[in-house]
């Protein structure tokens, strides 16, 4: 750690991440047959064994999904307009969110411990609207990992988000994914051009597994 006018600074990305002060925070990875074939799969595999890694070293896990419905009650017309610009249809959105129908949960292949929080977002920053940052506060921590979707709308909404209220905010890039091929690598970028950490998870496992030594 560096000392800066009586502030300790993490120097290096092994005190970023430690167990003692990060999170681990699981974006959108939703019941969905995306998950089930190709570079998608990789990634749901990659995402497990950060999750089952971070269990081993009392690292807190957060499990977000989008809560839609009954009707897109809870999305405002500028934001189905924002779906309508996306390509979507009027009759599509009906059909995907019938009256009186909720959806959004996590993909079945995750199995969350008692300790750990499954937590329905609103927007695309898993902060916004939800108690995340007061759980942050609870646990002390400092550092907010990222894995899931998308990486250019949810997650890297949660990373402007979490960079502005002064977590460490660190991306896993072998454990994102976006629909858009184009915006993935975009925000890839956008991370490493504003200065925040992008790793692999085999670096962090190899982090984690040094700190149990």
């Keep these: 750690m560096l000392t800066i006018n009586g502030r300790n600074v993490c120097e290096n990305i092994s005190e970023v991440v430690s167990p003692t002060r990060a999170a681990l925070a699981v974006i959108d990875i939703e019941d969905s047959t995306i998950w089930n074939e190709g570079a998608d799969a990789i990634i749901l595999k990659n995402v497990k ?10 690292l807190p896990v957060f499990y977000f999904y989008n809560r839609r419905g009954p009707a897109l009650n809870n999305i405002s017309p500028a934001y189905i307009r924002v779906l309508m610009n ?3 249809d009027i009759e599509r959105i009906r059909q995907a969110w019938p009256e009186g129908e909720g959806a959004g949960e996590l993909h079945p292949d995750f199995a969350p411990t008692p300790n750990e929080r499954v937590i329905p977002k609103d927007r695309g920053s898993a902060f916004e609207g939800t108690n995340l940052e007061l759980l942050l506060r609870t646990f002390q921590r400092e550092s907010v ?4 979707c998308s990486t250019d709308w949810c997650v890297e909404a949660t990373a402007w988000y979490a960079t502005n209220k002064d977590y460490y905010t660190v991306i896993i890039e072998d454990c994102v994914r976006g629909p858009r091929p184009d ?11 504003i200065g925040l950490d992008v790793l692999d998870s085999g670096e962090l496992l190899r982090i984690w597994g040094e700190s149990e030594s």
């Design 49 to 58: 064994t950060l999750i089952e890694s971070a269990r081993s070293i009392n």
């Design 183 to 193: 915006g993935h690598i975009a925000a890839l970028k956008q991370f490493r051009a």
């Design 145 to 148: 990992i990222l894995v899931g």
């Design 86 to 88: 996306l390509g979507w």
